[in-house]
Structures are given as structure tokens and as C-alpha cells.
């Protein structure tokens, strides 16, 4: 006997997954992991040149650190070349005491050429130094620049996993209507009912790994993500499903059609598992819910200070001692009880209500006397 169902669920549904599928293809179109290559792509080649310049600054730097070691070697010898003109022009004056003829020009001129070589040399060391230090200058500029860029560079790469992650957990959450068909064999014990049942479990079973498969083939990374799958929970549910027909098909194979909406509710870290990524990219969200619930909660506490005009008295907030005024204490926003008591003096008791920061002056009254 064959029944059969108008597949009403797959009318009603479609709406729901057409809009699904648009949504995804909006979502490709505005892929922010391919923004993020792109700007990773450019810091690369902004990265790549600051190291170009850096070499070249360097191979400066080191000709120039050269060229002075030349010409401190160059001084020395200079130095000594002009001591030597300056000895013998000395002798040539101590001999014109004597003899005034004698010719001081040649000695003058050699002393003249070895003075002025030493101030030359001087002048190239001065300039050397000069160029050295704006060399020094420049090259620590692009170490800055190149540190700079490389901390960009990490922090996109980190902007890019993050991206990965909330694209994979949104292809995730993806639903679909499947119609999923299987024959089954009934035992001769079973009854109707449960040859049914039997049917109609397969064949979900078989919808749900259909769509798991689909499911993973469909993921932007779904190479990386197959091989990473052992062992996530994508927990896929059968939302809903109606039978479109069942029977038996001879001897007892029985035959079940069905429509279904399946959905996928990933484990938290599904994705990050996934792509094998630390799984604080998939926690982040649950730090941050959890970080504004505290934020919120520390928001409804106020700063409240009990003050009186006697010492050695004794305060209770709520039942809890707090010892003698001033106290200062941190109590949600509401109502308190505040007592204020002190040996010889009327207590204080009051029910206060606080909305802010505040502070509650008590004065004691002394007891009356009988």
C-alpha cells in the first residue's frame, strides 16, 4: 500500500531558504577576509620596499663607516708626512742664520702641500662623520617604519583569522529542505507501526548526513575544513519534516519519500576546530557577552560612606558589622539597612535608599536620662 502527502513543507519553507541563499551570495560578494588579503597583499609590498631601502641604507652606511676608517688610517700618515716637511723647513731656517742664501721655497712648499693635505683630510672626516650620522639618522627612521609596518601586518593577519571564523560560523548556521527518499527491509515480526518508524528514521538519518555532507562542501574553505572535521559536533537537527510517501514495495521492502528542513547548530568552537585556529577566535564573543554582563552588573554598584558625629561607635549594614565610622563600602542600588550605635547614645536605625554614590551622616542623640 503506497500513501501520499502533498509536500506542503517545501512551499512553505522556500521563501525562508531563498532568502538564506541571498543573503550567503551577499555575503561572498562582500567577503571581508578577501579585504583583508587585499590590504595584507599591499603591506607586503609597503613592508617589502622598507626592506629594500633598508638594505640599501645599510650597504651606505657601511661604505661610508669604511671610507672614515680609510681616512683615520689616511691621518696618521699624513700627520707624520707634515712633521717631517715641518723638521726639515726648521733645519732650512736654522741654517739661514748662517748662510742667507740658503733656499727655503722647495721646504716651504713641500711643508705648504703636507699642511694643507692634513687640513683636506680633516674637512672629509668632518663631512664623513656628518653623512654617517644622518645615515644613522635614516636608517633608524625605516627600523621604526619597518616595525611599524610589521605590527600592521600581524594585526591584519589576526583581523583575517577573526574574519575566517565568523565566515565559517556563519556558512555554519545554514539551513536547508532536503527531500530524501530510502527502501528499507521489514522483519516478518514487525508490525506496520514499526516498519513506519524504521522507514522514517533512515530516512532522516540519511537527510542529515545529505545535508552534513552538502553542508561542508558548501563551506569557502571546505578542503581545510574536511580535514579538520573529526570530531566536531555540528549537531544537525530535523527541524521539520513531512512524509510525501511510504509503502510497501514488494516482499517487504517499505519506501519512504520525505521532505525536511534541516539546520546545523554548530558546538561553539566548531569553527575554529575547523580550521585549526585557537579556539579563543570562536570564545571571543562569549568573553565580550560575558565582560558587558559584568561591566552592567559593576554599573548597579555605588560607593556609599556612614559617617556620625561621635567615635568608637559601631556600624551594621544588612546585619554585617562594619566596625566604627567613617565607613566607606560598595552596596548594589536599592534599599539598606543602616544602624548606628554607640554606648550612652540612642540608636540609629534607619532603611536607606541609594541610587548613586552617596553619603549618610548620622547624628547620635545621648540617652535620656530616667
Known amino acids: 500500500m503506497i500513501t501520499r502527502r502533498?509536500?506542503?513543507?517545501?512551499?512553505?519553507?522556500?521563501?525562508?531558504?531563498?532568502?538564506?541563499?541571498?543573503?550567503?551570495?551577499?555575503?561572498?560578494?562582500?567577503?571581508?577576509?578577501?579585504?583583508?588579503?587585499?590590504?595584507?597583499?599591499?603591506?607586503?609590498?609597503?613592508?617589502?620596499?622598507?626592506?629594500?631601502?633598508?638594505?640599501?641604507?645599510?650597504?651606505?652606511?657601511?661604505?661610508?663607516?669604511?671610507?672614515?676608517?680609510?681616512?683615520k688610517r689616511d691621518e696618521k700618515e699624513l700627520n707624520a708626512k707634515q712633521n717631517r716637511a715641518k723638521s726639515a723647513l726648521d733645519k732650512q731656517y736654522s741654517r739661514l742664520l748662517e748662510d742667507p742664501d740658503t733656499d727655503l721655497i722647495t721646504f716651504q712648499k713641500a711643508y705648504q702641500e703636507a699642511w694643507g693635505s692634513v687640513k683636506e683630510n680633516q674637512n672629509q672626516v668632518l663631512e664623513t662623520r656628518q653623512a654617517i650620522t644622518e645615515s644613522e639618522m635614516k636608517l633608524s627612521q625605516v627600523k621604526q617604519k619597518q616595525a611599524r609596518l610589521n605590527t600592521e601586518f600581524t594585526y591584519l593577519e589576526e583581523q583575517k583569522v577573526e574574519a575566517r571564523v565568523k565566515r565559517i560560523a556563519a556558512e555554519l548556521r545554514e539551513s536547508e529542505v532536503l527531500e530524501t527518499s530510502y527502501k528499507?527491509?521489514?522483519?516478518?515480526?514487525?508490525?506496520?507501526?514499526?516498519?513506519?518508524?524504521?522507514?522514517?528514521?533512515?530516512?532522516?538519518?540519511?537527510?542529515?548526513?545529505?545535508?552534513?555532507?552538502?553542508?561542508?562542501?558548501?563551506?569557502?574553505?571546505?578542503?581545510?575544513?574536511?580535514?579538520?572535521?573529526?570530531?566536531?559536533?555540528?549537531?544537525?537537527?530535523?527541524?521539520?519534516?513531512?512524509?510525501?510517501?511510504?509503502?510497501?514495495?514488494?516482499?517487504?521492502?517499505?519506501?519512504?519519500?520525505?521532505q525536511a528542513q534541516l539546520q546545523a547548530k554548530p558546538e561553539a568552537v566548531a569553527a575554529c576546530k575547523l580550521l585549526n585556529v585557537s579556539s579563543r577566535y570562536c570564545l571571543q564573543g562569549e568573553s565580550s557577552a560575558k565582560k558587558s554582563t559584568k561591566d552592567s552588573s559593576k554599573k548597579d554598584l555605588v560607593n556609599v560612606t556612614v559617617r556620625s558625629d561621635q567615635y568608637n561607635d559601631a556600624v551594621v549594614i544588612n546585619g554585617v558589622e562594619y566596625g566604627s565610622t567613617p565607613v566607606e563600602v560598595v552596596l548594589p542600588k536599592g534599599t539598606h539597612q543602616v544602624t548606628v550605635s554607640k554606648d550612652g547614645y540612642q540608636t540609629y536605625n534607619r532603611v536607606i535608599s541609594v541610587s548613586g554614590n552617596d553619603t549618610v551622616w548620622v547624628k547620635l542623640r545621648p540617652n535620656k536620662q530616667s
Open 184 to 258: 528499507t527491509t521489514c522483519s516478518a515480526t514487525m508490525t506496520l507501526g514499526e516498519c513506519s518508524n524504521q522507514g522514517k528514521y533512515l530516512t532522516k538519518q540519511k537527510a542529515v548526513k545529505t545535508f552534513k555532507a552538502r553542508l561542508m562542501d558548501s563551506l569557502t574553505e571546505a578542503t581545510l575544513a574536511k580535514q579538520n572535521s573529526k570530531g566536531v559536533q555540528l549537531n544537525i537537527h530535523v527541524q521539520e519534516s513531512q512524509i510525501i510517501r511510504a509503502g510497501f514495495e514488494g516482499n517487504n521492502n517499505y519506501f519512504t519519500q520525505m
Open 6 to 71: 502533498i509536500p506542503a513543507l517545501m512551499l512553505a519553507l522556500c521563501p525562508v531558504w531563498v532568502s538564506t541563499s541571498v543573503l550567503a551570495e551577499d555575503a561572498v560578494q562582500g567577503d571581508p577576509v578577501a579585504a583583508i588579503d587585499s590590504r595584507l597583499s599591499n603591506k607586503q609590498v609597503e613592508i617589502d620596499t622598507m626592506n629594500s631601502e633598508f638594505s640599501s641604507e645599510s650597504e651606505s652606511l657601511q661604505q661610508l663607516q669604511n671610507q672614515l676608517a680609510k681616512l
